[in-house]
């Protein structure tokens, strides 16, 4: 039961953590790099993008992709630390 209680928190946390980077990155663009043009370009051709609104969209899921990454790899490293750190015997 204490698992599935962790998994349950870990899970509502990724999401949380990951809406709120993506709501960080949609106000302030220039906080994280520009992807290179080539990608962009691969990115809207292997979408078949034909309008603006098209556009938006890929970039949203791009987004999303990217802070659900930076979420899951930080908060698996922060519940790493603490773990280890609790598990020191003297």
Do not use: R
Request: with cysteine; net charge neutral; aromatic share 14%.
């Amino acid at each position: 039961m204490k698992k599935l209680k962790f998994a349950a928190i870990f899970s509502l946390w990724i999401c949380l953590f990951t809406i709120c980077l993506i709501y960080t990155w949609s106000h302030n663009p220039d906080l994280v790099p520009v992807p290179p043009q080539d990608f962009s370009i691969w990115l809207a051709n292997l979408f078949n993008v034909e309008n603006g609104e098209q556009l938006a969209d890929i970039e949203l899921l791009f987004m999303a992709v990217n802070s659900f990454i930076v979420a899951l790899i930080s908060s698996v490293t922060v519940v790493y630390i603490f773990k280890k750190s609790t598990d020191k015997k003297v």
